[in-house]
């Protein structure tokens, strides 16, 4: 059984910063990619950051130049450093990861985590 437990969301004021880490365990082949994606109320849930096992990224317009993705592949670990969070960044922000586990190839996700910015 795979996990994806993600931790560092919270309330933060508008400009300031916050970081998320999600670490994948359990029946753990190897991992592609992971990634971050968030979702806001009443809207659709969107991709924010993506990175591969060796190394390349890509971010959503919004966010470039603002987010930074990263990974430790040892310790199975994706994180999302937010910096100059602006309103509309506040979701909920899902740990995604695309893996092997039982050699069979599956996506998974996190429980979520509230990313809150005040004006």
């Known amino acids: 059984q795979v996990q994806l437990v993600e931790s560092g969301g919270g309330l933060v004021q508008a400009g300031g910063s916050l970081g998320l880490s999600c670490a994948a365990s359990?029946?753990?082949?190897?991992?592609?990619?992971m990634g971050w994606y968030r979702q806001a109320p009443g809207k659709e849930r969107e991709l924010v950051a993506r990175?591969?096992?060796?190394?390349?990224?890509i971010y959503a317009e919004s966010v470039k130049g603002r987010f930074t993705i990263s990974r430790d592949n040892a310790k199975n670990t994706v994180y999302l450093q937010m910096n100059s969070l602006k309103p509309e960044d506040a979701a909920v922000y899902y740990c995604?990861?695309?893996?092997?586990?039982?050699?069979?190839?599956?996506?998974?996700w996190g429980q979520g985590t509230q990313v809150t910015v005040s004006s």
């Open positions: 995604n990861a695309l893996l092997v586990s039982s050699s069979k190839w599956g996506e998974y």
């Open positions: 990175i591969t096992s060796g190394g390349t990224t």
């Open positions: 359990g029946n753990i082949f190897g991992i592609n990619t």
